[in-house]
């Protein structure tokens, strides 16, 4: 068979047919245990607390033990430069020295950990002191005063971890994710990529393109009527489209993942005076805003991240919207549509009164009538402008009405806010949204209808994110597979190069094993195991010292 295609990535002058050597091999990444190092730092908070950890971890690991422990009831040296070695994940009690002074720095515990059976595969050791700074800080001093030790960098113990092979990259991220969650559902998403679940399921689509390489190799190598069956490539490219249609069901999951992990982001927004900071203060528990009777009293974003039914939320009230001469009102109005723009999801708050008002002649105000309508409620153009099918509407200061009038109205309001949501959008008919379960009436004053609206919209965000409060549900089906973007970016490079493979026609079969190697190196870019380097910096600089 003729070999057609070259191997990118052969330098210029060696470009050639694809080497055998490339075109099997799926590199993986081999750690270096040279020039290690015996790195520490404190892994706990720094402060007044009941504990403090300072771990070491490194090749001289062993030798820190024996020059800074000392055990009342085990004879340190044991003469002829035998020492007794200390009883591998075991707690002990001991004193905490200078290992120059002999100084004693520290009544704890210390245990040992044997390499390759630590977190970082290296020997560790613990030391368990109180936390007090000053004792922190001696026996920092103390550990540099040893040749071999330096201080630690931000996330290197999780760093060797790695390059020793007890985590691939997206359990790096998950343990990150798992040190930064702020609510129940991120702490679940993390655990899960911690434990090495989504390792597991990039993994299995790797092996699968995998395999569909081997069927095309196999005819590299022997051709078709030679030993092998008719019909291998299509076969590969049946499979090959089975498993673009996985992949691209992972990447079409409207960033859920990466929503959940990093925080969904939610606008307030309506005209002014309608309660959107009053609503802000209830979400948050707290005067996070300054509520007064003058409309336009919000001139700027505020933002907060809140814990809403176990969802990360990073909340946004926004200034009121209307027409102003007001610069500094003005600029605030131009942040409330990028704020409303950039959310995932938006709350317009809307006055119930005001609204019927606006269809209601002066004489029937707050009249049933004006709910039944001769002429329908309106929206001020400038917040219809905003709403988008992730608008809900809280129809607020329902106090002010006679109560069979707010809920006969609600129904009027409702139609309004529905035609309001279906408007055309970018030439496309948007399709409604604005139906019973996305809106509300609320009184913020008194608070009728606040803790019904919060549960409601707490489950309509579970339903959009496909959480469940029931742990249980987050098994894989609904577990998003793509946390963060650089995943993303990977997983879509697959993507292409397997729509590649399927375009390209069996005479290049060459060419169409090496559209499947990029896509499965693509893959084992995600988990690391493909040329890490280069992103490996990218992956570690969020870690604390001491992680
Ligand atoms: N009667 C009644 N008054 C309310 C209710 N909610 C808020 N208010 C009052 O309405 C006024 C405006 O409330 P805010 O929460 O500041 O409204 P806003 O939409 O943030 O106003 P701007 O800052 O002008 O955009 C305040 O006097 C609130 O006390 C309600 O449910 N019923």
Known sequence: MMLKTFCRQCPAAARNFLCASRIRGISTVTPSDAQRSTIFALSTPPGK??????????P???DVWKRVIRNARRRGDLGNGIYYQPEQRKMEKCKIVHPESGELLDDGLAVFFKGPKSFTTEDVVELHLHSGRAIISAVLSALATIKSCRPAEPGEFTRRAFLGGRMDLTQVEGLRDLLEAQTDTQRKLALRAAAGDMRVRFEELRTQIIHCLAMVEALIDFGEGEEIE???YEQAQIEARNLLQAINGHLNDSRRGEILRTGIRLAIFGPPNAGKSSLLNFLARREAAIVTPIPGTTRDVIELSLDIGGLPIIVADTAGLRKTEDLVESIGIERTKEAVQAADVSICVLSLPEMLNSAASPSKRKSLEAAEHQSMPQIPSSVASLITQNTCFLLNKA??????????SLGVVSQVLERATGKEADGEKMEATARWENVWTVSLQNGKGTEEFLQSFAKSLKHRYDISADESVLNDSYMPLITHTRQRVHLESAARFIE???????????LAAEELRYAAQAVGKISGLIDVE???DVV????????
């Not at 607390?49 to 490194?58: F, L, Y």
């Not at 106090?399 to 006969?408: F, H, K, M, N, P």
């Not at 590649?500 to 060459?510: K, Q, R, W, Y």
């Not at 969020?542 to 992680?547: A, E, L, P, S, V």
Request: charged letters at 25%.
């Open 60 to 62: 001289d690991a062993l």
């Open 230 to 232: 008719e019909g291998v």
């Open 399 to 408: 106090d002010l009405l006679d109560s069979t009038i707010a809920t006969t």
């Open 540 to 547: 570690f600089k969020d870690f604390c010292i001491g992680k």
């Open 49 to 58: 607390a009941g504990v403090a950890v300072i771990r070491v971890s490194g």
């Open 500 to 510: 590649a493979f399927l375009s390209t026609p069996p005479e290049d079969v060459v």
């Open 534 to 536: 280069d992103v490996l």
